[in-house]
């Protein structure tokens, strides 16, 4: 059933965001991970699956995303227009993905 597997990817994907949410609030951490095009393609091996990814592959995808993008919530990240996401708006988010 689709609920059970909503149910299973909820739970595997929270720990990733609970623990990307508060990694890139760290001044630690870079606001982006800048590499060139050829490196970033490179790193991400991006390529169409000859057959559906299991978690286990879509998760590297995750992670990849999350490393290599630009941390919008980090401190040092500057924007005219765009402070970065809200825990409310993230939520926000799903909610809306779900109806």
């Known amino acids: 059933k689709e609920s059970a597997e909503v149910k299973f990817l909820l739970q595997e ?3 990733v965001i ?3 949410w508060e990694k890139v609030e760290s001044e630690s951490v870079k606001v ?3 590499l060139s095009p050829e490196k970033l393609a490179e790193e991400l091996q991006l390529s169409f699956p000859e057959s559906p990814l299991k978690w286990e592959g879509v998760s590297r995808y995750i992670n990849d995303l999350l490393q290599f993008s630009v941390r919008t919530r980090h401190p040092l990240f500057l924007d005219k227009l765009y402070p970065g996401a809200s ?7 799903l909610v809306t993905a779900l109806l």
């Open 32 to 34: 982006c991970d800048v």
């Open 13 to 15: 994907i929270t720990p």
């Open 87 to 93: 825990p409310i708006g993230v939520i926000s988010e």
């Open 18 to 20: 609970s623990e990307y």
